[in-house]
T-cell receptor
Framework: EAGVAQSPRYKIIEKRQSVAFWCNPI?????LYWYQQILGQGPKLLIQ????????DSQLPKDRFSAERLKGVDSTLKIQPAKLEDSAVYLCASSPPRGTYNEQFFGPGTRLTVL | QQQVKQSPQSLIVQKGGISIINCAYE??????FPWYQQFPGKGPALLIAIRPDVSEKKEGRFTISFNKSAKQFSLHIMDSQPGDSATYFC??????????FGQGTRLTINP
């Protein structure tokens, strides 16, 4: 079974530029998550999708971050415009429908550096 | 109340020793407590998880101890090996809600 795929793996941009990340979850996983992991910290949830609907985006900075999950499969996360403090690893995770626990499977992440 | 506090931030253990990482939480609604292992350049991977209806769960060299009254849980790695060197995160969630992660512990096992 293929894992969660993310691209690109690394991205370097100037502040005020825009950037987009892509995620393809494990096949059949209904729930998809985007996390921000700042160096030395635990992952922080940005947004959670159930199929193509948003379940939780309470910690998403909506003035600059947006995310979509068209057709309930892959997803994109966009930052526009980027700030220096957005430098982090952006992790995508997915979980199966109505799993016994909230078991989440993570992708390798995209490391963003904002200069 | 949403926080999970993890300690220590870093830990060095000799090969063959026992590694112990502790976490504490406030929200009594949490009903799922996983531990994740993360290697450099990789995403976190689920290591072991526990529900609050049991006090201990063991899988191989990894054991979670859970103290519901104290609202604390810990990860014990027995016979620690250099390959266990990684960052470990505790987390908690309730129902199908989001996982709340601790700050992480960087574990180094000296050969």
């Amino acid at each position: 079974e293929a894992g969660v795929a993310q691209s690109p793996r690394y991205k370097i941009i100037e502040k005020r530029q825009s950037v987009a990340f892509w995620c393809n979850p494990i096949s059949g996983h209904a729930t998809l998550y985007w996390y921000q992991q700042i160096l030395g910290q635990g992952p922080k949830l940005l947004i959670q999708f159930q199929n193509n609907g948003v379940v939780d985006d309470s910690q998403l900075p909506k003035d600059r971050f947006s995310a979509e999950r068209l057709k309930g499969v892959d997803s994109t996360l966009k930052i526009q415009p980027a700030k220096l403090e957005d430098s982090a690893v952006y992790l995508c995770a997915s979980s199966p429908p109505r799993g016994t626990y909230n078991e989440q499977f993570f992708g390798p992440g995209t490391r963003l550096t904002v200069l | 109340q949403q926080q999970v506090k993890q300690s220590p931030q870093s830990l060095i253990v000799q090969k063959g020793g026992i590694s112990i990482i502790n976490c504490a939480y406030e929200n009594t609604a949490f009903d799922y407590f996983p531990w994740y292992q993360q290697f450099p350049g990789k995403g976190p991977a689920l290591l072991i998880a526990i529900r609050p209806d049991v006090s201990e769960k063991k899988e191989g060299r990894f054991t979670i101890s859970f103290n519901k009254s104290a609202k604390q849980f810990s990860l014990h790695i027995m016979d620690s090996q250099p390959g266990d060197s990684a960052t470990y995160f505790c987390a908690a969630s309730w129902g199908a809600q989001k996982l709340v992660f601790g700050q992480g512990t960087r574990l180094t096992i000296n050969p």
